[in-house]
């Protein structure tokens, strides 16, 4: 049976690693973005050149509307998907909490937790027996934060992390007995764009030295326990985690 997933931020770091690593695994991708459209159309380059296929999918995962129009457009070009990756988040500048004003916290929590309720809720739609379909596997991309809690730099985003991890215990046995699993893996300090976001781009080489491994980790070693949560070599595994940390 084809195999179609659906990666929300698959247009850089983490989520582009995972777009490239499924589509070498046999996935038809939908690598999904918001504003950097060049990034995202350079992975689905990468994957036709490769001989894959993977397309482009605009959207907000913040947005019900833009979601449900994304699932949509998948059904239409990839067909019934059976794998989500639910990677897309975001951090602000690291601050306290007594700085932090309402509108940053729902940004934050829209789109690190809303969004990905969205597009899972979307994916169970389509993937649930009880809904016809033929079964799946979805993979929330939380962070360590969720268990350290990030204080002086986004205890928001460690919190937002937080309710991602209650939502894969959750739903994995919500949906278990319909054909779906549910994992979350939680990464550490990684290299890509995000830490720019949190305002300061080489905050992983900082860091590194408190990590019992003594490095940051890359984007590739997070997909590769993504991809392994997706197959069937994981089949026995739901409601669980894998700290992708170095130790931390
Ligand atoms: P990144 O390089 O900043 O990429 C983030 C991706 O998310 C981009 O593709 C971005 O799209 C997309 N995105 C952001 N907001 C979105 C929205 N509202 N709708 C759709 N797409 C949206 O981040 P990353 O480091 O790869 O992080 C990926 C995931 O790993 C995140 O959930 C993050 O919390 C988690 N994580 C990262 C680290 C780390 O050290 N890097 C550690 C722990 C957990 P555009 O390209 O269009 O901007």
């Given at each position: 049976?084809?195999?179609?997933?659906?990666?929300t931020?698959?247009?850089?770091?983490i989520?582009?690693?995972?777009?490239?690593?499924?589509?070498?695994r046999?996935?038809a991708?939908?690598?999904?973005?918001?504003?950097?459209?060049?990034?995202?159309?350079?992975?689905?380059?990468?994957?036709?050149?490769?001989?894959?296929?993977?397309?482009?999918?605009?959207?907000?995962?913040?947005?019900?509307d833009?979601?449900?129009?994304?699932?949509?457009?998948?059904?239409?070009?990839?067909?019934?998907?059976?794998a989500l990756?639910?990677?897309?988040?975001?951090?602000h500048?690291?601050?306290?909490?007594?700085?932090?004003?309402?509108?940053r916290l729902?940004?934050?929590?829209?789109?690190?937790v809303?969004?990905a309720?969205?597009?899972?809720?979307?994916?169970?739609?389509?993937?649930?027996?009880?809904?016809?379909?033929?079964?799946?596997?979805?993979?929330?991309?939380?962070?360590?934060?969720?268990?350290?809690?990030?204080?002086g730099?986004?205890?928001?985003y460690?919190?937002?992390?937080?309710?991602?991890?209650?939502?894969?215990?959750?739903?994995?046995?919500?949906?278990?007995a319909?054909g779906?699993r549910?994992?979350?893996?939680?990464?550490?300090?990684?290299?890509?764009?995000?830490?720019?976001s949190?305002?300061?781009?080489?905050?992983?080489?900082?860091?590194?030295?408190?990590?019992?491994?003594?490095?940051?980790?890359?984007?590739?070693?997070?997909?590769?326990?993504?991809?392994?949560?997706?197959?069937?070599?994981?089949?026995?595994?739901t409601?669980?985690?894998?700290?992708?940390?170095?130790?931390?």
């Amino acid at each position: 049976m084809k195999k179609v997933m659906i990666v929300t931020g698959g247009g850089r770091g983490i989520g582009a690693a995972t777009a490239r690593l499924a589509a070498q695994r046999g996935y038809a991708v939908g690598v999904n973005y918001l504003n950097n459209e060049a990034a995202a159309l350079a992975v689905v380059e990468d994957i036709r050149k490769a001989g894959g296929a993977a397309v482009p999918l605009r959207a907000n995962v913040a947005s019900e509307d833009e979601v449900v129009a994304m699932f949509q457009e998948a059904d239409r070009t990839l067909g019934r998907i059976s794998a989500l990756v639910n990677n897309a988040g975001i951090l602000h500048k690291q601050m306290r909490v007594e700085d932090m004003d309402a509108e940053r916290l729902r940004r934050v929590l829209d789109t690190n937790v809303v969004g990905a309720f969205l597009c899972a809720r979307e994916a169970v739609r389509r993937m649930s027996t009880r809904h016809g379909g033929s079964g799946g596997a979805i993979v929330n991309v939380s962070s360590v934060a969720a268990r350290l809690g990030s204080a002086g730099e986004y205890v928001d985003y460690a919190a937002s992390k937080g309710a991602l991890d209650t939502m894969t215990i959750g739903l994995a046995n919500e949906v278990a007995a319909d054909g779906i699993r549910v994992n979350g893996v939680r990464p550490g300090f990684i290299y890509t764009d995000m830490h720019a976001s949190g305002g300061e781009p080489g905050r992983v080489d900082r860091v590194k030295h408190f990590v019992p491994l003594k490095r940051g980790g890359t984007a590739e070693e997070v997909a590769a326990a993504i991809l392994w949560l997706l197959s069937d070599e994981a089949g026995y595994t739901t409601g669980g985690f894998i700290d992708i940390a170095g130790g931390r």
